[in-house]
């Protein structure tokens, strides 16, 4: 099944490019709108518009890319135009769809701020349980790495159903695979710091790290989309 989606991925290279120019453009704006000042009523107006339109472009793209591959899974292929015709309907529903879920991730991560009195009365009671002492940072670096797993795995996943994806052993082990190639890896791709010396070989391996995470990201993206696609009943 991931093979399949790999294949259509690579049956169509022209969606694959707009992924990587739009999401790219995307990301400047979005760097772009962070810097916006909010010092007059004028900033906070462009602010909003601004904050707007890359949500609308966002959930253009994103949703347009769901509904193509629908219907190439339905209809053994389609023209990539037609899915990507502007629909209110389809703008909306994935907009509405990237609100609940950017929602439900901060919501989980709040719990990161509260961890402090579970890890010191799990640590007490390890303690005593095991007649040696367990520290109470181990514990709270442990539940904080399952508050983020629960943030960034489990809570997309939840929320991919919305699209009414048929939960099988197979599916998540996709979805598993695909977190790790296309989430994680490039995560700490981004983070790792290679000991080089000088600044333009630092510079180098920077760039270097962060294209590679970028396009492990994307193509990820694709690939589950195009599992969904097919999945859809």
């Not at 790792?192 to 630092?202: D, F, I, S, T």
């Amino acid at each position: 099944m991931l093979s399949s989606a790999l294949r259509q991925i690579w049956q169509n290279k022209l969606l694959w490019a707009i992924h990587v120019i739009v999401n790219a453009a995307l990301l400047a704006a979005i760097y772009g709108w962070l810097s916006i000042p909010d010092r007059t009523v004028l900033d906070l107006v462009l602010s909003a518009l601004a904050g707007l339109g890359i949500v609308l472009v966002t959930s253009w793209l994103h949703g347009g890319t769901m509904e193509f591959f629908r219907s190439s899974h339905q209809t053994g292929g389609t023209v990539l135009r037609e899915s990507f015709r502007p629909s209110t309907r389809r703008i909306a529903v994935f907009a509405g769809w990237l609100f609940v879920l950017v929602l439900a991730i901060v919501l989980v991560l709040q719990l990161r701020g509260r961890l402090e009195p579970v890890s010191n009365w799990i640590a007490s009671v390890l303690t005593f349980q095991l007649q040696r002492p367990v520290s109470p940072a181990s514990v709270s670096r442990i539940l904080s790495a399952v508050v983020w797993l629960a943030a960034f795995f489990a809570t997309p996943f939840l929320l991919l159903r919305f699209w009414k994806w048929k939960w099988t052993r197979k599916h998540l082990l996709i979805y598993s695979v695909l977190f790790v190639v296309a989430a994680y890896i490039p995560y700490r791709l981004i983070w790792w710091v290679p000991e080089l010396e000088g600044v333009y070989a630092q510079s180098v391996s920077m760039g270097a790290r962060f294209v590679l995470a970028y396009l492990l990201a994307v193509t990820g993206w694709l690939a589950l989309a195009s599992t969904l696609g097919g999945a859809r009943r």
